[in-house]
């Protein structure tokens, strides 16, 4: 059974970091893409940054580019991001999300981790 | 970017009914549109794929459809289960981008 598992969420200051983590099991975690989406309070879906199965090709929403960071460690079938500089309006659940390679529709989701940027 | 127009944003409908959730892109992603159910406190749960293809598991009481730039959600016989709230999404180019969702409620 495939299962995404976020963690590492919490309240940080303005300008502060955080590193979510998201432990994959189930299936071949080099195989697929991975990506962070994030929803703020009673807003919707939007897609964070990906980071393809060579662990090495990256991309990045406009909002988060020069601040977050994503990576990923095959070994520990585990996807990071790390979140520098954080601000308010990062403020959101964040999901992990597996898609294909040849594709990125997200298949699977995590169950989320409440990151909250406040003083 | 490629932005991604719902339309209702809010649809009231009863028990059996049957619902139709419109989803516009700003330009031609071809056939590269997802649908996915989400539910308060809940990720979100994949639905359709490749604009009308079921991912399996799902009822067959959901269907897509359409290309180019307008595309359908359709839910035949609404049940309980169903009152959610509906994203679609275009993964045709990067960055992915969502609609903004339609909030599906009893009426």
């Known amino acids: 059974e495939v299962q995404l598992v976020e963690s590492g969420g919490g309240l940080v200051q303005p300008g502060g970091s955080l590193r979510l983590s998201c432990a994959a099991s189930g299936f071949t975690f080099s195989s697929y893409w991975m990506h962070w989406v994030r929803q703020a309070p009673g807003k919707g879906l939007v897609w964070v940054s990906r980071?393809?199965?060579?662990?090495?090709?990256?991309n990045y929403a406009d909002s988060v580019k020069g601040r977050f960071t994503i990576s990923s460690d095959t070994a520990e079938n585990t996807l990071y991001l790390q979140m520098d500089s954080l601000r308010a309006d990062d403020t959101a659940v964040y999901y992990c999300?597996?898609?294909?390679?040849?594709?990125?529709?997200?298949?699977?989701w995590g169950q989320g981790t409440l990151v909250t940027v406040s003083s | 970017d490629i932005q991604m127009t719902q339309s209702p944003s809010t649809l009231s409908a009863s028990i059996g009914d049957r619902v139709t959730i419109t989803c516009r892109a700003s330009q031609s992603i071809s056939s590269w549109l997802a649908w996915y159910q989400q539910k308060p406190g809940k990720a979100p749960k994949f639905l359709i794929y490749?604009?009308?293809t079921l991912q399996s598991g799902v009822s067959s009481r959901f269907s897509g459809s359409g290309s180019g730039t307008e595309f359908t959600l359709t839910i035949s016989s609404l049940q309980f289960d169903d009152f959610a709230t509906y994203y679609c999404?275009?993964?045709?180019?990067?960055?992915?981008?969502f609609g903004q969702g339609t909030r599906l409620e009893i009426k």
């Open positions: 999300a597996r898609s294909g390679q040849r594709d990125s529709r997200f298949d699977y």
């Open positions: 999404q275009q993964y045709n180019s990067y960055p992915i981008t």
């Open positions: 980071i393809n199965s060579d662990g090495i090709t990256t």
């Open positions: 490749k604009s009308s």
